[in-house]
């Protein structure tokens, strides 16, 4: 068994701008994630969260550094890191003319479960998200909740290792974001390895097993909430993030003067 399912070792991506010159998105970002553990990664808008993201899920292709989900390096064996991987995000979107019981039958085939068990996989998701009166009914009809509920279980059609959940939140009302996070909760008691990126302090505080401080593409700090309130003397974590994000502004705009 793996117990470091997700690791990445100065993980890069540079972009171009015209207007701003190359870009580093994401900067030398070193993490790791074990088996029933969720990582946050936090950060505002543009802190280089979602591109180290798409990185890890192959959709992006780093500009160097190295990334490996269950063992497998992202740019040298893209179809197995995609085999052991689920990718979930407020924006993730289904196709409104099939129904969930397809929704769910195609994402598991298409990564690889195991043909003979497929059938069964599609009627446990269908029972555990409570779709059974909508399984074949077109996504298009269904209600924005349970559209919600379908993208969850196809991010987990196929059983994956390791899950990532990109600003789920996002898009939900509280009732339905709490739902969420239980079921979160519930894949890390399952064993596991998820990254979930959010901007919200209230749910890193909640939810994360440790949190890693993400600012202007950099990882400023990792650890427990207590391991971060030892290190910054602070209780608060939305606090401790200005503290660590506060200091590598002032750090950027040192070496912008001395330039």
Known sequence: MNREPVRTQALTKVFYDESRGQV??????TLSCSEGEILGLLGANGAGKTTTLRMLSTVLRPSSGKAWIMGHEVRDAPEEVRANLGFYSASTALYPKITPRETLRFFATVNRYPADRVAGRVDHLIERFGLGDYADTRVEKLSSGMKQKVSIARTVA??????????????LDVLNAIELREIIADLRGEGKAILFSTHIMSEAEKLCDRIAVIHGGRILATGTLDELR?????????????????????GSAERENAG
């Open 24 to 29: 580093r998105a994401a900067d030398e970002v």
């Open 158 to 171: 196929h059983d994956p290792p390791v899950l990532i959940f990109d600003e789920p939140t996002v898009a």
């Open 230 to 250: 030892e290190t910054t003397g602070l209780h608060y974590l939305e606090d401790i993030f200005v503290r660590f994000a506060g200091a590598r502004n002032a």
